[in-house]
C-alpha cells in the first residue's frame, strides 16, 4: 500500500459509504488506513440523508448491485441537495440510470487504485467551477492493474 499521507484539515476528507456489504467493509477499513473518515449508510435513504445533512462530504461511493436503488434517481437527488459532492460506483457492471460522468471502478482494484482514484475525486471537488460547468468525465480503469 501506498505510504501514508499527512492529515490535512477535514476539508475532503469525509466520505459516505453506501449500503452493507463485505466489499465496502473493506473499502472503509482501506479509506480509514488513509486517514479519511468514513461514514456508513445502510440503503440509498440513509446515503442521502447523511449527504444532505451532514457538513463537509467530498465523496459519496455507491456499490448498489442487488439492492433494488435506483442508482440514477439516487444520484439525481444527492446532486440536487448537495452538488458539490463527487461520487463513485463500484461495480462490475454501470446500472442503468448512472450519469455518465460518475466513474465506475471494477469490483476488484489494488488498494493504491482506489485511493489513487478517491484522492482525484476529492481534488476536482475541491477545484472551483462554474455553474453549469460539467465536471470531468470518468476515470478509466483500464491502464490500473486488478490483482
Same mark, same amino acid.
Given at each position: 500500500?501506498?505510504?501514508?499521507? +499527512?492529515?490535512?484539515?477535514?476539508?475532503?476528507?469525509?466520505?459516505?459509504?453506501?449500503?452493507?456489504?463485505? &466489499?465496502?467493509?473493506?473499502? =472503509?477499513?482501506?479509506?480509514?488506513? %488513509?486517514?479519511?473518515?468514513? !461514514?456508513?449508510?445502510?440503503?440509498?435513504?440513509?446515503?442521502?440523508?447523511?449527504?444532505? @445533512?451532514?457538513?463537509?462530504?467530498?465523496?459519496? *461511493? &455507491?456499490?448498489?448491485?442487488?439492492?433494488?436503488?435506483? *442508482?440514477?434517481?439516487? *444520484?439525481? @437527488?444527492?446532486?440536487?441537495?448537495? #452538488?458539490?459532492?463527487?461520487?463513485?460506483?463500484?461495480?462490475?457492471?454501470?446500472?442503468?440510470?448512472? +450519469?455518465?460522468?460518475? #466513474?465506475?471502478?471494477?469490483?476488484? !482494484?489494488?488498494?493504491? !487504485?482506489?485511493? %489513487? =482514484?478517491?484522492?482525484? &475525486?476529492?481534488?476536482? @471537488?475541491? *477545484? #472551483?467551477?462554474?455553474?453549469?460547468?460539467? @465536471?470531468?468525465?470518468?476515470?478509466?480503469?483500464?491502464?490500473?492493474?486488478?490483482?
Amino acid at each position: 500500500m501506498s505510504a501514508q499521507r +499527512p492529515v490535512p484539515s477535514s476539508e475532503g476528507r469525509r466520505i459516505v459509504i453506501c449500503d452493507y456489504n463485505a &466489499l465496502l467493509l473493506s473499502v =472503509t477499513g482501506l479509506l480509514r488506513m %488513509d486517514n479519511y473518515c468514513v !461514514f456508513q449508510a445502510h440503503d440509498g435513504l440513509a446515503a442521502e440523508e447523511l449527504c444532505g @445533512r451532514m457538513p463537509k462530504i467530498a465523496l459519496l *461511493v &455507491l456499490n448498489t448491485y442487488g439492492t433494488g436503488i435506483d *442508482v440514477g434517481d439516487l *444520484v439525481r @437527488r444527492v446532486r440536487l441537495a448537495s #452538488p458539490e459532492i463527487q461520487i463513485l460506483h463500484i461495480g462490475s457492471t454501470i446500472p442503468d440510470g448512472l +450519469p455518465d460522468d460518475v #466513474p465506475t471502478i471494477p469490483e476488484v !482494484f489494488t488498494p493504491e !487504485f482506489l485511493l %489513487d =482514484t478517491v484522492r482525484t &475525486l476529492i481534488e476536482r @471537488r475541491l *477545484v #472551483p467551477r462554474l455553474p453549469g460547468t460539467p @465536471r470531468p468525465v470518468a476515470l478509466s480503469p483500464a491502464g490500473a492493474s486488478a490483482e
